[in-house]
């Protein structure tokens, strides 16, 4: 899950920068967007450490081609940057429903230990 975020997050910046240097129209809106992963990623990351998990290997910028990046055909780059975009809303969807379901089986174990006293 942190290693998908991170690399939403490689396509997210390169999404942001396009917007940026095309004056995009939804360039806040993506520049929002990026903030708030990146504190879904600290968040993360938080939550690992505390619990001891190991992080792994960073994802770097490089998974992203060059080829990918820089796309000058406004239709490829506005159809690569839909892509990014509904991955990023389906990651974070999965992320938000992988904690509900941690925390629903804490709570179960947590009732299942109160039976027992």
Not at 6 to 34: K, P, T
Not at 37 to 45: A, G
Request: glycine share 4%; aromatic share 12%; net charge neutral.
């Amino acid at each position: 899950m942190y290693r998908n975020l991170q690399s939403l997050a490689v396509g997210l910046e390169q999404v942001v920068l396009d917007q940026s240097i095309y004056d995009g129209q939804y360039f806040e809106e993506f520049n929002e967007a990026e903030f708030k992963l990146k504190s879904v990623l600290c968040e993360l990351q938080i939550a690992m450490l505390e619990r001891g998990l190991t992080l792994g290997e960073d994802v770097d910028r490089s998974i992203m081609s060059p080829e990918i990046r820089d796309v000058k055909d406004e239709t490829y780059r506005n159809l690569r940057d839909w892509y990014i975009f509904r991955d990023y809303m389906n990651g974070l969807e999965y992320v938000v429903h992988a904690f509900k379901h941690l925390s629903k089986r804490r709570q179960a174990k947590r009732s299942s230990r109160m039976t027992r006293l």
